[in-house]
Each structure stands twice: as C-alpha cells, then as structure tokens.
C-alpha cells in the first residue's frame, strides 16, 4: 500500500511541477488547439508578457511538454507545438479542471472556505 | 477561445484547492479503496497526526467530496467514504499522478531545474 502511496504523490507532485504556476496550464491548453507561433500565442493567452510567455515555453520545452520547431524561410519562422507527452499531459489537467468545473457549479460551498 | 481558457484555469483552481496540500491526495487515494475508519486510515496515511488527519477530512466532507457515516452500535462507528465526486476526483488526480510518474521514469530532466 505505501509503494503506491509514495507513487500517487511523487507523480502528482512531478506533474504539478511540470504544469504548476498561472500560465502554463493556459499555455499546453492553446497549443493542444495546434502547432502555434510566438505572437499568436501570446495575443492568445490573456495578459501574459513576452519575457515570462519565452520563459514558460522554455520551461515547457525543457520537461518534454512543448517541442520548438524553426522554419528556414526568411525571416525564419519558429512553431510551438505540445509532443505527445504535451499532449498527455493536457488530458490530465483537462480532466482536473473538468471535475473542478462541475463540482464548482453544484455549489462545493465548502471549498473557497479553507486557508 | 478566451472563455474556453478561463473555465480551464477557474476548474483546474478550484480542483487543487480542494485536493491540495500534503495529504489529501493520500487520503482520497486510500478512501478509494473502499469505507474506511479513522483509526485505520491514520495508521495507512504514513506519518500523519490525528489532528491534521481529523481536519483535513472535516474540509473534504464540507467540500462534498468525503462522507462521513456514524454507525449506532456502541460504541458507535465512524466511516469514512468518498462521495462520487470524491471517486471522480480520485480518478482526475490519479490520471495526474500517472502522467507524473510516467514522464518521470522517460527522465524529464528539465523538472527539477525550475525554481
């Protein structure tokens, strides 16, 4: 029983690492849509700057969640777009929102309520 | 798109403040194994105090997703148990972890390196 305890935890605590914080789970949620460019990304992803939105997607890149592809046109063109455990990963944090979504809108009164 | 990208952000918000923490996620996963009392869900969450324990079930039954259950025999029984969506959540956190787990083992050195 504790084995799968420790594994409950230590995978959701690697998993929140990798989508933790305010953007990025808007980030993989945009680029799930399809391959996307610097500027749309960041027209679409409400409020964020361009120095954290590079920052986040250099994260993300680095955790093997975003892959970064450059075009050799001229200017040269540079795609974002989520690899297949980008892809995974947005299916998981869909699913936690969706419950959260649904459990918010039956009124969990409780919840807002705790420090 | 922007509505879509809130309901993301508010669900997946609303989901870890009623799962964050240390513990909850241990608990849920242990209720999931069926109606469990107090004693013997203390002694299977490794290294939690009575007290945090009896708080942390107090905040998931106001949040709908344990419920408790006072047999009348005598002494009377107290049994906790997830409510369905407690099992739904069990599930959206599980798939989390999973994907944690899996994309820690294929080495997602990048991780541990954010601050």
Not at 16 to 37: A, C, M, S
Not at 79 to 95: F, I, K, M, Q, R
């Amino acid at each position: 029983m504790a084995r799968k305890q420790r594994a409950v935890d230590c995978g959701l605590g690697t998993a929140l690492t990798v989508i933790g914080g305010k953007w990025k789970p808007t980030i993989v949620w945009e680029l799930h849509l399809g391959p996307t460019r610097f500027g749309a990304l960041r027209r679409r992803v409400l409020g964020i700057s361009e120095k954290i939105l590079f920052e986040q997607l250099r994260e993300l890149e680095a955790d093997g969640v975003v892959a970064r592809e450059v075009f050799d046109s001229v200017p040269p063109k540079v795609e974002y777009s989520l690899t297949p455990a980008g892809v995974a990963l947005n299916d998981a944090v869909h699913a936690l929102a969706e419950w959260g979504r649904n459990h918010a809108a039956v009124g969990m009164a409780g919840t807002l309520g705790h420090g």
